[in-house]
């Protein structure tokens, strides 16, 4: 665990990647008791560089996230609050520490100009997956790749075989710091993501045993899963207790909108492992999400990507040995990267 003044240089340096200074102001989002030092370190980080920078701090905690479980996205508590949106829309920059993804707020803030960096995992992930240059030059690549390709095929040897079409939607890359007016980004991160058009996905995804459940549950998966997806949507989810746990966390939702698919990517941070989140207590996800190779399926809203489902419901899973083809081209196979400016640099 970090010292409280390592924390405030951690912050200073990200701060820093995000290339915040002299007549900039940042603005800080917490709500209730929750991650006031964080709060603190941030915008004592922000005025070590020159900033100004101050903390809203939200008394409304009933959406507050008090653990890993993070079960449903976009609702928030500045919905209906617009003083506070209205300052966020003034900062050059906005440190989240509430969660604000998948939600119209966000989307208000981001055009007005400010950029967004959310931060809600612990410490410990914080310094472990602290973002690199290099990723960020993986991310863009990748990105580039997905705005170029029209159709995206994933297979893999447990049975994997869908197709997704592309140039719909927009694409995310999510590489750990922002420094670009209106962008949004997460600390840590180190993937990318983009959606398929609502017609233009089907196949099936067999999620086998070792895939993530990243969210809304937390763990490696032991009973495979066999999902059928028809013109964008799962109409069958088969399998032993894992499909019986999706099944029920989409019926208790209860929103037919939460069997959409929705963000498909892959994972580039190499300083987490596909073993990393067993050794993590309180995550919220992004080491399964972001590790090296792997290939992220995800069920529920597109509104990140420009489209109109705004379900809470979500379900992200990082699944290993996978293949990616983009216009038939090979991205990864069974989950190695075969594209060079994706491979990571050899080590004697
Ligand atoms: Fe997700």
């Given at each position: 665990?970090?010292?409280?003044?390592?924390?405030?240089?951690?912050?200073?340096?990200?701060l820093?990647?995000?290339?915040?200074g002299?007549g900039?102001?940042?603005?800080?989002?917490s709500?209730?008791?929750?991650?006031?030092?964080?709060a603190?370190a941030f915008?004592?980080?922000a005025?070590?560089?020159?900033?100004?920078?101050y903390?809203?701090?939200?008394?409304d905690?009933?959406?507050?996230?008090?653990?890993?479980?993070?079960s449903?996205v976009g609702i928030?508590?500045?919905?209906?609050n617009q003083?506070a949106?209205?300052?966020?829309?003034?900062?050059?920059?906005v440190?989240d520490?509430?969660?604000?993804?998948?939600s119209?707020?966000?989307?208000?803030?981001q055009?007005a100009?400010?950029?967004?960096?959310?931060v809600?995992?612990?410490?410990a992930?914080?310094k472990q997956?602290?973002?690199?240059?290099?990723q960020?030059?993986?991310c863009e690549v990748?990105a580039?790749?997905?705005r170029k390709?029209?159709s995206m095929?994933?297979t893999?040897?447990?049975g994997?075989?869908?197709?997704?079409?592309?140039?719909k939607?927009?694409?995310?890359d999510?590489y750990?710091?922002?420094d670009?007016p209106g962008?949004?980004?997460?600390?840590?991160?180190?993937?990318?993501?983009?959606?398929g058009?609502?017609n233009?996905?089907?196949g099936?995804?067999?999620?086998?045993?070792?895939?993530?459940?990243?969210?809304p549950f937390?763990g490696y998966?032991?009973t495979p899963v066999?999902?059928t997806?028809?013109?964008?949507?799962?109409?069958?989810?088969?399998?032993?207790v894992?499909a019986d746990l999706?099944?029920d966390y989409?019926e208790?939702i209860?929103d037919?909108?939460?069997?959409a698919?929705?963000h498909?990517?892959?994972g580039?941070n190499?300083?987490?492992?596909?073993s990393?989140?067993?050794?993590?207590?309180r995550?919220?996800g992004?080491?399964a999400r972001a590790?090296?190779?792997n290939?992220?399926f995800?069920?529920?809203?597109?509104?990140?990507l420009?489209?109109?489902?705004?379900?809470?419901?979500h379900?992200?899973?990082?699944?290993?040995?996978?293949s990616v083809?983009?216009?038939?081209?090979?991205?990864l196979?069974?989950?190695?990267?075969?594209?060079?400016?994706?491979q990571?640099?050899?080590?004697d």
């Amino acid at each position: 665990m970090l010292n409280w003044s390592d924390f405030q240089v951690l912050c200073e340096n990200e701060l820093r990647l995000c290339r915040v200074g002299e007549g900039q102001t940042v603005v800080v989002l917490s709500q209730g008791n929750h991650r006031l030092d964080y709060a603190d370190a941030f915008v004592s980080a922000a005025r070590q560089l020159g900033a100004e920078s101050y903390n809203i701090r939200l008394g409304d905690t009933s959406s507050v996230l008090n653990g890993p479980a993070v079960s449903q996205v976009g609702i928030n508590p500045l919905r209906g609050n617009q003083g506070a949106i209205d300052a966020l829309k003034h900062a050059d920059m906005v440190v989240d520490l509430v969660f604000l993804l998948w939600s119209k707020e966000q989307h208000e803030i981001q055009d007005a100009g400010a950029r967004i960096l959310t931060v809600i995992e612990e410490i410990a992930l914080l310094k472990q997956m602290f973002p690199t240059q290099a990723q960020r030059e993986r991310c863009e690549v990748s990105a580039e790749l997905l705005r170029k390709a029209r159709s995206m095929r994933i297979t893999s040897r447990a049975g994997t075989d869908i197709t997704y079409e592309l140039g719909k939607y927009g694409v995310v890359d999510e590489y750990g710091f922002n420094d670009k007016p209106g962008r949004w980004d997460a600390w840590p991160a180190g993937f990318v993501f983009t959606a398929g058009a609502e017609n233009g996905i089907n196949g099936r995804v067999v999620i086998d045993r070792g895939d993530i459940f990243a969210m809304p549950f937390r763990g490696y998966v032991q009973t495979p899963v066999e999902l059928t997806v028809e013109h964008g949507r799962v109409v069958d989810i088969g399998g032993g207790v894992d499909a019986d746990l999706m099944r029920d966390y989409l019926e208790k939702i209860g929103d037919p909108r939460g069997y959409a698919c929705s963000h498909i990517g892959w994972g580039l941070n190499e300083n987490v492992r596909w073993s990393s989140m067993a050794s993590t207590l309180r995550s919220y996800g992004q080491e399964a999400r972001a590790f090296y190779g792997n290939v992220m399926f995800a069920m529920g809203p597109n509104l990140e990507l420009g489209g109109m489902n705004d379900t809470a419901a979500h379900i992200d899973i990082p699944m290993r040995n996978c293949s990616v083809f983009l216009d038939g081209a090979p991205i990864l196979i069974d989950g190695v990267f075969q594209v060079p400016e994706l491979q990571l640099p050899k080590t004697d």
